[in-house]
């Protein structure tokens, strides 16, 4: 499941991009988990694990969407932010924290989804590289790409299997 944060203190506006998300992924037959957020200090402080895509309002009046993005790449480098402004100026300032988009107000469903096309497109290999494990104590984020193969792994040579086929150690007499 994908999920996505709306960081915008226009109600009219979180709104409007929520409908957005979920016709967007209705339209697909996907599931997605939309977190909402008034202003940047409540998303940052109550940020979801394991989000995929920030849409974050540029002008806000507590703070500000650069200044929240600033803040949140201090501990996640990981999740795509998508700036949403009505000041398209202030656009190359999200440069600065690495965001994946820019989309500027009014809002249109035909744009937007022409927006998150490209952003989903980016999302997807990320998903596909990782493995949530778990139980009821702990969940666990793999990331597959950084997992070695284990006849990489010095103390795993399968030439030299002991008495279970799981259990290998190198250099073990035959």
């Known amino acids: ?9 226009a109600a009219s506006d979180r709104k409007k991009l929520q409908d957005f998300v979920e016709r967007f992924f209705g339209e697909r037959g996907q599931t997605v988990k939309i977190f909402l957020f008034s202003d940047g200090t ?24 650069i200044r929240t993005a600033c803040m949140l790449r201090e501990w996640d480098r990981r999740v795509l932010l998508a700036f949403v402004t009505n000041m ?8 600065a924290v690495d965001a994946a988009d820019f989309i ?9 989804s022409a927006h998150m096309d490209m952003l989903m497109a980016s999302v997807l290999p990320k998903r596909l590289g990782n493995l ?5 104590n702990i969940t666990a ?3 597959i790409n950084q997992i070695s193969p284990l006849n ?3 103390c ?13 150690q190198s250099g073990a007499a035959g």
């Open 1 to 9: 499941m994908i999920q996505i944060a709306i960081v915008e203190d």
């Open 42 to 65: 409540e998303f940052l402080d109550d940020y979801p694990s394991l989000l995929d895509i920030a849409f974050l309002d540029i002008e806000m009046k507590q703070v500000d969407g």
């Open 88 to 95: 398209a100026h202030l656009a190359l300032e999200g440069y």
């Open 104 to 112: 500027v107000k009014p809002l249109d469903y035909g744009g937007f």
């Open 132 to 136: 949530l494990v778990g139980n009821k």
């Open 141 to 143: 984020l793999l990331i």
């Open 152 to 154: 990489r792994i010095p």
């Open 156 to 168: 795993c040579n399968r030439q030299q299997a002991y008495p279970h086929p799981w259990i290998f």
